[in-house]
């Protein structure tokens, strides 16, 4: 079946310091690839997604790339804020199936 | 954009009575929708897959009597916690599918706690 796996956490960083969240991916097929943000006692927001190989999301200064031969999904950003403090979470939906399959959830702390 | 609503945001009730949560598409029309269940700093857990104008579809281990959905209408999918007890407490969080985007969007969440 389909799974997510992302990099455990927490994750603390200073502010401006550069961030990585690993995320990797087993699916059959060609799946869309998601990254969510959860700030405290709300729902998902949809961050940045990639619907196919190569493809590169991007948005508020975060970025992933669709990596296929690696089964990928990174999801980076230069300089973090402390308003960049949230749950991410890492997800994938298949296009025939559309459940999400969501990771662990990673979650970031920016101090100033 | 595709807005996805859930009310309440959040209740309390007592041991034994049933709760029901709504989920609205705002500005589409979805003939899918998903629920699901958030522990505290834990991910989401898929419960099921509601489909309008029939049944809805449990993950395995999901009580079926316990949580039940409606899909009345292409724009309101309903929860109802029967019964509901201490261990039922938490985030429950719907979504709304847009296949032509491939995307879901997900409501605000509802916190529910039970005394």
């Known amino acids: 079946g389909n799974s997510v796996t992302q990099m455990e956490g927490p994750v603390t960083l200073s502010e401006e310091a550069f961030l990585t969240i690993n995320c990797t991916y087993t699916?059959?097929?060609?799946?869309?690839l998601f990254w969510y943000v959860q700030y405290p006692g709300e729902g998902l927001q949809l961050l940045l997604k990639?619907?196919?190989?190569?493809d590169k999301g991007s948005n508020k200064g975060f970025e992933a790339t669709y990596r296929k031969e690696t089964t990928s999904f990174h999801l980076e950003k230069g300089s973090v804020q402390v308003s960049d403090s949230a749950v991410y979470f890492c997800?994938?939906?298949?296009?025939?199936?559309?459940?999400?399959?969501f990771g662990d959830g990673t979650t970031l702390t920016v101090k100033p | 954009g595709a807005v996805v609503s859930q009310h309440p945001s959040w209740v309390i009730c007592k041991s034994g009575t049933s709760v029901k949560i709504e989920c609205r598409s705002l500005?589409?029309?979805?003939?899918?929708m998903f629920w699901y269940r958030q522990f505290p700093k834990q991910s989401l857990m898929l419960m099921a897959t509601?489909?309008?104008?029939?049944?809805?579809?449990?993950e395995q281990g999901v009580e079926k009597d316990k949580f039940l959905i409606n899909h009345a209408s292409l724009t309101l999918s309903t929860l109802t916690v029967t019964s509901a007890h201490p261990e039922d407490s938490s985030f429950y969080i719907c979504?709304?599918?847009?296949?032509?985007?491939?995307?879901?969007?997900f409501g605000p969440g509802t916190r529910l706690t039970v005394l």
């Open positions: 979504s709304a599918i847009v296949y032509k985007y491939n995307e879901q969007f």
């Open positions: 699916a059959t097929g060609y799946p869309s």
């Open positions: 990639a619907t196919k190989a190569d």
């Open positions: 997800a994938l939906v298949h296009t025939n199936a559309g459940k999400s399959t």
């Open positions: 500005d589409f029309q979805a003939t899918t």
């Open positions: 509601s489909n309008e104008g029939s049944k809805a579809t449990y």
